[in-house]
């Protein structure tokens, strides 16, 4: 069975600083590659994906994210992170052709103004 | 997209007591997923739920545990029974459109 890492749990920047979370996983088939973040008080939304392609992917709100196949990883990258990005960010991975998702135990990003 | 409706928010619920959770979308839909997220771990699926027939469950997860409904395509319940402190936790709904997964707002569950 695949399985989801991200390595950093709680992340805290200061408004303008870089962001970058690390997620790999284990599965050597085609995958579908997505990052979803949680505002608080709402729901899980789709932040950006990966199906093919252009592996340097751009999501909602200045977010990207690149796939790197032979390092299995999808980290997620921002130049200059606002206090309104504070949230919780969780990276997924779908096997093709599978229609579950595996979750990685997600992010807790605080941005300080 | 699906926009999916989940009740309620939040419980506070005696041990040994059961609690159902309401999961509504806006369109009809094949399968419905039930997660559970606990504190600092990543989102658990629970169980699969299509209409017409029994939910397939993960390992770890048993029908008298988490038995669940799907009595039609655009609704599914998750009853949480003979509740531990052990099941505290955020319950969560699930659909898929276009390979993208919709979710709930989630049911944020304590037992004392």
């Known amino acids: 069975a695949q399985s989801v890492s991200q390595h950093n749990h709680h992340v805290i920047l200061s408004e303008a600083a870089s962001l970058e979370l690390g997620c790999n996983y284990s599965?050597?088939?085609?995958?579908?590659l997505f990052w979803y973040v949680q505002y608080p008080g709402q729901h899980l939304q789709l932040l950006l994906k990966?199906?093919?392609?252009?592996?340097l992917v751009k999501g909602i709100k200045g977010f990207e994210a690149e796939f790197i196949k032979s390092k299995f990883s999808f980290n997620l990258r921002k130049p200059s992170v606002q206090w309104s990005d504070t949230a919780e960010y969780f990276c997924?991975?779908?096997?093709?052709?599978?229609?579950?998702?595996?979750f990685g135990r997600g992010t807790s990003l605080i941005v300080h103004p | 997209s699906a926009v999916i409706s989940q009740k309620p928010s939040r419980d506070i619920c005696q041990r040994g007591t059961s609690l159902t959770i309401q999961c509504q979308v806006d369109s009809q839909v094949t399968m419905m997923f039930w997660y559970r997220q606990q504190p600092g771990q990543s989102l658990t699926l629970i169980a699969t739920?299509?209409?017409?027939?029994?939910?397939?469950?993960e390992s770890g997860f048993v029908i008298d545990k988490f038995p669940i409904s799907r009595p039609n395509l655009t609704f599914s319940t998750l009853t949480v029974s003979n509740m531990s402190p052990e099941d505290s936790s955020i319950y969560l709904c699930?659909?898929?459109?276009?390979?993208?997964?919709?979710f709930g707002q989630g049911t944020r569950l304590t037992v004392v």
């Open positions: 699930s659909v898929t459109g276009g390979s993208e997964a919709f």
């Open positions: 990966y199906f093919s392609g252009d592996p």
């Open positions: 997924a991975v779908k096997p093709g052709g599978s229609y579950i998702p595996t």
């Open positions: 739920a299509n209409q017409g027939s029994e939910a397939t469950y």
């Open positions: 599965y050597g088939g085609t995958v579908n």
